[in-house]
């Protein structure tokens, strides 16, 4: 048998090939499928044409649309930049209390620090800014560097213990470690600090409490003030209000006052402009229900 | 040309050659080419390599397979350069091998993450991921505290990397394992060397908080904390490119 045979029952052509006497019915592929297949074919020329395709081995074809995905995507930040002028030129003249009075501003400060916020601070600070251990909590008003809008903006461009040149540095020592205090006057010192907060046990050993005073006047006051409310210039917290960023409990005061910390926040500077920075700083600031 | 063919598909070794033939003109003509184009990668001098430990990291990031949930690829976006930064230039991958670029994001894109939070988040992060984000599906890899790395096969790791082109010196690749170590511990004597061989730039310390030794937890976080610096090249484009559309 060959092509051009016809199978005797249907009366149909049949391929030619043959296996052990069995043929197969000649049924030829759709001529809608060559039509479409010479359509893609004719797709591809043109755009080849149009945009970049082909490597040449030292160079490749631009395209005579000249099409560069990087030179789009910056003139589609360019227009978005413009687009968000009316209100970006606005935050940007305007001073932090001028901003917070206009309402209409705030609305837009808002939404644009939610995402900000969400893209860069709530990993570690928590999406609703409430911190975590080591994490200090931003609603909490208790803020290390200052509370006023200029300080907050300044600890975002610079952060604290980051690589930054400016950076902002604290460090609260390895009292136990580094052998400055030995157990009992951890001890001491502990239950002393536990005694000034607002939930301060009743109970107290007296003498404890005062020899627990004479080692926080020699080691902690220099950095925490003699009335242990902490000092905005050196990021040293305060020890007499509810909020602890390492915990509060008897254990955690213990393990800081033994081992240390010296938390790093990055510096922003880099990753945000000055304008993002500033709607953070707002937007953070709205978080601790502070307006100024 | 029938009858020719009709002989062709009739015999079969003839026939598995004629079609590896007409497939592999497609890789000859559209693939080949573009391994002698220079222009697609940049051309930037400071480009560093990746020190032993960050390596170490580099392979436990793909020993976990952290890379089928996280890109490190920012692609030419207008919505990914808003939320990660500059997009990914070719160059910054110039030293990966092979590329952990990805294709698909469960979790978010790393290639920018070095240094955007701090080490102990990073321990935290990795320890337990609900600690720190309540909402995330990452999977715990809380051994990785447990687990000591191992630095004594370092140099090979450097060796096999030279192989395929990365410009590691043949001191580097004597002293990987001391490098390793003298990464993680600032006060040893084989910091200096570690900071002489990679540059002044390199993060020296203890990455997970446990300076007496090196565990995978130290080389995955300073990895990670190394991502998007190998080079500011993407950074000093994109300031230039802001600059020239204003």
């Known amino acids: 048998m060959d092509v051009g045979d016809r199978d005797p029952v249907t009366g149909q052509l049949t391929t030619g090939h043959e296996w052990n006497g069995i043929t197969e019915l000649y049924t030829p592929v759709p001529r809608i499928v060559f039509f479409f297949l010479f359509v893609t074919i004719l797709f591809s020329i043109v755009y080849w044409v149009l945009m970049p395709a082909w490597p040449l081995g030292w160079t490749y074809t631009k395209g005579i649309l000249g099409f560069d995905q990087k030179a789009v995507v910056q003139s589609q930040l360019a227009e ?64 290390l560097w200052g509370g006023e809008p200029e300080a907050i903006a300044e600890t975002l461009r610079v952060g604290i213990n980051a690589p930054h040149e400016e950076t902002r540095v604290s460090q609260m020592l390895s009292f136990g470690r580094d052998g400055i205090l030995v157990r009992d006057q951890i001890d001491d010192v502990v239950g002393y600090v536990q005694s000034l907060g607002p939930s301060a046990a009743a109970a107290h050993d007296e003498e404890a409490l005062a020899r627990g005073a004479e080692v926080f006047a020699g080691n902690c006051a220099a950095c925490h003030g003699e009335d242990a409310k902490g000092n905005r210039d050196l990021g040293a917290p305060n020890l007499t209000d509810a909020s602890w960023i390492y915990g509060g409990d008897r254990q955690s005061i213990t393990s800081t006052v033994y081992s240390g910390h010296q938390g790093l926040m990055p510096s922003w500077e880099q990753r945000l402009t000055p304008t993002q920075r500033k709607i953070l700083t707002l937007y953070v600031l709205g978080l601790s229900g502070e307006t100024q | 040309m029938a009858e020719f063919h009709r002989k062709l598909e009739r015999n079969a070794i003839g026939f598995v050659l004629a079609i590896v033939v007409v497939a592999s003109i497609g890789g000859f003509v559209e693939i080949a080419p573009l391994f002698t184009i220079d222009e697609t990668v940049e051309d930037v001098p400071d480009m560093r390599v990746y020190t032993p430990l960050e390596l170490a990291g580099r392979n436990i990031y793909i020993r976990e397979g952290c890379y089928a949930c996280h890109s490190q690829m920012i692609r030419t976006l207008r919505d990914e350069v808003e939320r990660y930064g500059p997009y990914s230039l070719a160059v910054e991958s110039k030293y990966d091998h092979p590329m952990l670029w990805g294709s698909k994001r469960t979790g978010p894109d790393l290639a920018r993450i070095g240094g955007k ?16 984000v309540v909402e995330s599906v990452m999977p715990k890899y809380g051994w990785l505290n447990r687990n000591t790395q191992r630095t004594d096969d370092l140099g090979d790791h450097l060796l096999a990397q030279r192989r395929v082109g990365v410009p590691y010196t043949d001191e580097m690749i004597a002293n990987a394992t001391n490098d390793a170590y ?3 511990a600032p006060d040893s004597e084989f910091a200096t060397g570690v900071a002489e061989r990679y540059g002044e730039a390199t993060q020296i310390r203890s990455f997970d908080a446990d300076a007496t030794r090196v565990t995978e937890m130290d080389a995955l976080v300073a990895y990670l904390q190394i991502l998007g610096h190998l080079t500011d090249a993407a950074y000093k484009q994109a300031a230039m490119a802001g600059e020239a559309a204003k």
């Open chain 1, 80 to 143: 978005a930049g413009a687009e968000q002028s009316a209100w970006t030129s606005r935050i940007d003249g305007m001073d932090y209390a001028a901003i917070q009075a206009d309402p209409e501003l705030m609305k837009i400060v808002h939404e644009a620090g939610a995402t900000l916020f969400g893209d860069n601070c709530a990993v570690c600070h928590g999406t609703g800014g409430t911190g975590g251990k080591g994490f200090p909590d931003l609603t909490a008003g208790a803020w």
């Open chain 2, 117 to 132: 939070y701090s080490d102990a988040w990073h321990v935290a992060h990795l320890t337990n991921p609900r600690d720190v």
């Open chain 2, 182 to 184: 003298g990464q993680t």
